[in-house]
């Protein structure tokens, strides 16, 4: 029977492999906190499945609550941790497989464990390998996948497709799908399937940089609860009877005075742009790898140096292209505008550009650009120092917290819209208080 005081790590499984599966142990308390927030009190007659089984941590939780292993399913994609389940509890259902490829006869009164992490592809570009082979069945079964999705989606959406009508799964899965353009299709899904819940813990596995949350999902139900649950103490910071996709970030007080003093959203006013990507930029003829007479550097998101700082002279990038090709890279690169990073640690890094000595430049990689649709509203000056201001910095720390190193297109489209002296009373409000 379950042991609570034992090691999780009762077979020694190396980090690489652990790495190449997108594997990661879940300690005791979180897998207790997951199965109370899960709202079922009683397991007796309840079909219950733990993908990704690994080590069988919720498995064995709940045979200890209900005395027995009945009606309790595994499926574990290493042959190694699927032996040592079925001899050290034989009575435990675990079947060896792909848990996105296994299909079941069955459907599910709860689903819960804690999917592998990662982006499919080779070892040396992105962290799970072991099935990259897959990738192109998976995008062709699955059908919230978009642009670089991390595997973890994936077992989202499968877990939910194998609940009964009022099942319930309970993951713990890293918070980026609440609010990256990849997991939009996700977000519209979970929607359509039920009741979401979304419990934010933070960074809580020892030795992984990711930030956290419980998701729930009472399919067959209606509607968005977010709570911050920082500390294990569930506290709600907002609910919704209607949840439509749209991206989940938190609200206080101070993001709602910034919203209500707002004019518009930065996206009703200028078109957002990133740079091309790499790719692009190395199938160019006229752009070089080596600097040549007449060449200036392609910028990318490290020339973005500072708030309102572009440094136009350093070639991070290692590419050069004439001047007079510029506009064949993208002919908006020729106007005035302010340029936003993307992977600044989540804060908003802004900056004007307008070329240096009367030469524009290009640029590629994540780099946004933002365009007037119309007569804006705000100089580019004036723009770029709203942007980078303390209290539109704060707004994005309160808003969406440590969920994502990355400013997201959506992010910036629904960006409330400060007038400069807005911007200056509650810096000076906040600085008074």
Not at 206 to 227: C, I, M, P, R, S
Request: proline residues 5%; glycine residues 8%.
């Amino acid at each position: 029977m379950f042991n609570f005081g034992e090691e999780m790590r009762v077979i020694s499984i190396p980090d690489d492999v652990r790495r190449r599966y997108g594997a990661y142990d879940t300690p005791m308390h979180i897998v207790k906190f997951m199965v109370d927030v899960s709202g079922v009190r009683d397991f007796s007659g309840l079909k219950i499945l733990e993908p990704a089984t690994g080590l069988a941590p919720f498995s064995r939780y709940i045979a200890s609550l209900k005395g027995s292993w009945k009606d309790i399913y595994g499926v574990e994609v290493n042959p190694v941790i699927v032996d040592y389940l079925r001899k050290a509890y034989p009575e435990f259902n675990v079947v060896e497989g792909d848990y996105l490829l296994t299909d079941f006869e069955e459907e599910f009164d709860l689903v819960i464990g804690n999917p592998p992490y990662g982006i499919i592809g080779s070892e040396n570009h992105y962290a799970i390998s072991v099935f990259k082979d897959r990738k192109r069945i998976y995008k062709e079964k699955y059908k919230t996948w978009r642009g670089k999705y991390n595997i973890y989606g994936l077992f989202i959406e499968k877990g939910i497709r194998d609940l009964k009508k009022h099942g319930t799964l309970v993951f713990i899965v890293p918070a980026s799908w609440m609010i990256l353009d990849e997991f939009k299709e996700l977000r519209r899904f979970l929607s359509r399937s039920g009741r979401v819940e979304v419990y934010y813990l933070g960074r809580v596995f020892q030795g992984l940089n990711v930030v956290t949350v419980v998701l729930v999902v009472k399919k067959g139900f209606k509607g968005l609860a977010l709570y911050d649950a920082t500390g294990f103490k569930p506290r709600l910071n907002y609910e919704v009877e209607n949840y439509n996709g749209e991206i989940i970030a938190f609200r206080t007080p101070f993001t709602e005075t910034v919203e209500k003093l707002a004019f518009g959203k930065l996206g009703d006013y200028y078109t957002i742009r990133i740079s091309p990507r790499s790719p692009e930029i190395k199938a160019c003829s006229y752009v070089k790898r080596n600097p040549e007479p007449g060449y200036i550097c392609v910028l990318n998101g490290k020339n973005l140096a500072g708030a309102g700082y572009i440094d136009y002279r350093t070639c991070y990038s290692g590419y050069y292209v004439k001047p007079e090709n510029v506009p064949r890279i993208r002919m908006w690169f020729t106007m005035e505008r302010v340029v936003v990073g993307h992977t600044k640690g989540g804060k908003l890094v802004a900056a004007v550009d307008k070329g240096l000595n009367g030469v524009w430049y290009a640029w590629m990689g994540d780099v946004y650009h933002l365009m007037p649709k119309k007569t804006p509203p705000l100089t580019t000056k004036e723009l770029s120092n709203v942007l980078n201001s303390l209290v539109m910095n704060n707004y994005m720390k309160q808003k969406y917290r440590d969920i994502t190193p990355h400013v997201t297109k959506t992010q910036l489209e629904t960006l409330p819209l400060l007038r400069p002296e807005d911007i200056r009373n509650l810096e000076s409000t906040t600085s008074s208080s």
